[in-house]
């Protein structure tokens, strides 16, 4: 399953590979290096060099908590002949955070995109703190 990682983030290199707004890298004793956003409305966001395929799908596996009750939105964006596809996940019922860290998993499925993916962004909005980020193809 390695052999399909597209992307894989801990924060143990800070927020390098990573933009973002009002986010720290933060410790904790049990998860290690994560990234803390103090307010709810800001982005965290990462360009992936990986050649995405029309008709395939990836899975997006987190550690996140929040200390309000809110939900994570993933979203992947895609560019395709200078067109903009934002790809929201399949299963969105499943994101709702709470106070404690939890393990989330969301699906993206690439379905008539094209064949001229040139450049792909992930975008995850609305959480507290995260960790363990990784992408693979299905």
């Given at each position: 399953m390695l052999?399909?990682?597209?992307?894989?983030?801990?924060?143990?290199d800070?927020?390098s590979?990573?933009?973002?707004?009002?986010?720290t890298?933060?410790?904790?004793?049990?998860?290690?290096?994560?990234?803390?956003q103090?307010?709810?409305?800001?982005?965290?966001?990462q360009?992936?060099?990986?050649v995405?395929c029309n008709?395939?799908?990836?899975?997006?596996?987190?550690?996140?908590?929040?200390?309000?009750?809110?939900?994570?939105?993933?979203?992947?964006?895609?560019?395709?002949?200078?067109?903009y596809?934002?790809?929201?996940?399949?299963?969105?019922?499943?994101?709702?955070?709470?106070?404690?860290?939890?393990?989330y998993?969301?699906?993206?499925?690439?379905?008539?995109?094209?064949d001229?993916?040139t450049s792909?962004q992930?975008?995850?909005?609305?959480?507290?703190?995260?960790t363990?980020?990784?992408?693979?193809?299905?």
């Amino acid at each position: 399953m390695l052999d399909n990682l597209v992307l894989n983030g801990c924060f143990n290199d800070g927020l390098s590979h990573w933009r973002c707004t009002n986010t720290t890298v933060k410790v904790d004793e049990d998860e290690g290096n994560y990234a803390h956003q103090e307010y709810m409305s800001s982005m965290l966001i990462q360009q992936i060099d990986t050649v995405f395929c029309n008709n395939q799908q990836y899975e997006l596996t987190l550690k996140a908590r929040a200390s309000n009750a809110i939900t994570i939105r993933p979203v992947l964006v895609l560019k395709s002949d200078n067109t903009y596809i934002d790809i929201p996940c399949n299963n969105p019922d499943k994101n709702h955070l709470t106070s404690t860290w939890r393990e989330y998993k969301f699906i993206f499925s690439l379905n008539d995109v094209g064949d001229n993916i040139t450049s792909a962004q992930l975008f995850i909005v609305n959480f507290s703190d995260i960790t363990d980020i990784s992408l693979i193809k299905c």
